[in-house]
């Protein structure tokens, strides 16, 4: 079974462009998290989607936005670029998330820099 | 906001010597609780979990943790750890009164010297 798959692994962007991440959840899970992890800010909750609607949203700025497909496939975007949004950016995905307990998997993340 | 602890930003110990990684946290209503590892440039992967029932959870690699609901603690042990245990680990809660997300501790990084 595939675990959660991160595109692109590695990428370099200039402050103030715009960046997409997408994110493959695991077959059946429809739930799909995304985390940002910095060396300052740890591990930091962006937001989870479920059945294509944004069911939770952590404390980030109006610029971090996030979709997910019919297929549970996930991206997120963040636009006017900052140097404090280099960072991990962790997708996350599980069969119906929330406060379930369901186990959650990660894949193994996408690493922004900002320049 | 609820809030995850973990004591210790990085703990030193020599191969084959027992560990302990201690995590606290601030809910005292009903959470289910979580330890994972994250190696160098990796995600993290999932060690154990507690949703209920025994106290004592086992888990991967030979880790295990106890749930102690009066001190409101998941510590984390492994009798005899190896030079690849060497990574950071997370204690991570999830609950209603956790905003239906994981909430993750700060993280200890484990160095497991020869």
């Known amino acids: 079974k595939a675990g959660v798959t991160q595109t692109p692994r590695y990428l370099i962007k200039t402050r103030g462009q715009q960046v997409t991440l997408s994110c493959s959840p695991i077959s059946g899970h429809r739930s799909v998290s995304w985390y940002q992890q910095t060396p300052g800010q740890g591990l930091q909750f962006l937001f989870e989607?479920?059945?294509?609607?944004?069911?939770n949203k952590g404390n980030f700025p109006g610029r971090f936005s996030g979709r997910q497909f019919s297929n549970s496939r996930s991206e997120m975007n963040v636009s006017t670029l900052e140097l404090g949004d280099s960072a991990l950016y962790l997708c996350?995905?599980?069969?119906?998330?929330?406060?379930?307990?369901?186990?959650?998997?990660f894949g193994e993340g996408s690493w922004l820099t900002v320049v | 906001a609820q809030s995850v602890t973990q004591l210790d930003s990085q703990v030193p110990v020599f191969e084959e010597a027992p560990v302990e990684l201690r995590c606290n946290y601030s809910?005292?209503?009903?959470?289910?609780l979580f330890w994972y590892v994250q190696y160098p440039n990796q995600g993290l992967q999932l060690l154990l979990k507690?949703?209920?029932?025994?106290?004592l959870v086992k888990g991967i690699n030979g880790f295990e943790a106890e749930f102690n609901k009066s001190q409101t603690s998941f510590h984390l042990r492994k009798p005899s750890v190896h030079i690849s245990d060497t990574a950071e680990y997370f204690c991570a809660v999830s609950g209603t009164e956790y905003g239906n997300k994981l909430v993750f501790g700060a993280g200890t990084i484990l160095r497991v010297k020869s």
């Open positions: 809910s005292s209503v009903s959470v289910y």
């Open positions: 996350a995905s599980s069969l119906v998330g929330g406060s379930s307990g369901n186990t959650i998997y």
């Open positions: 507690y949703l209920s029932g025994s106290t």
């Open positions: 989607y479920f059945s294509e609607t944004q069911r």
